[in-house]
């Protein structure tokens, strides 16, 4: 038998069906998240009240950026189900 990978052998089955525009808008809400808090950390530390507020508003809507996405790949994932692993066409 050759190394090629069967249909269902994969052990990770949501990184298939996982598509490279979910996993970018993930991946950039993630860094926008981490860049407003350091931002806001060094403001709160340096005095600056109102970058940091603003910085935290920020972080807040990248973690419901990511939200969406997440929940829009999990129910990508849901719809697609048992149905699609371990067909053999």
């Known amino acids: 038998m050759s190394g090629t990978p ?4 994969d052990p990770h089955p949501t990184v298939a069906t996982e598509t490279p525009r979910d996993a970018i808008h993930i991946r950039l809400g993630s860094f926008v998240l981490i ?6 950390a060094i403001a709160a530390a340096a005095g600056v009240i ?4 603003v ?8 973690i419901g950026y990511m939200a969406v ?3 829009r790949r999990g129910a990508q994932v849901a ?3 048992s149905g699609r692993r371990g067909r053999k066409d």
């Open 6 to 9: 069967q249909w269902g052998s």
């Open 55 to 62: 910085c935290a508003v920020v972080a807040l809507g990248a």
């Open 69 to 71: 996405w997440i929940r």
């Open 79 to 81: 719809s697609e189900g």
């Open 35 to 40: 860049f407003a808090l350091v931002i806001a």
């Open 50 to 53: 109102i970058l940091a507020i």
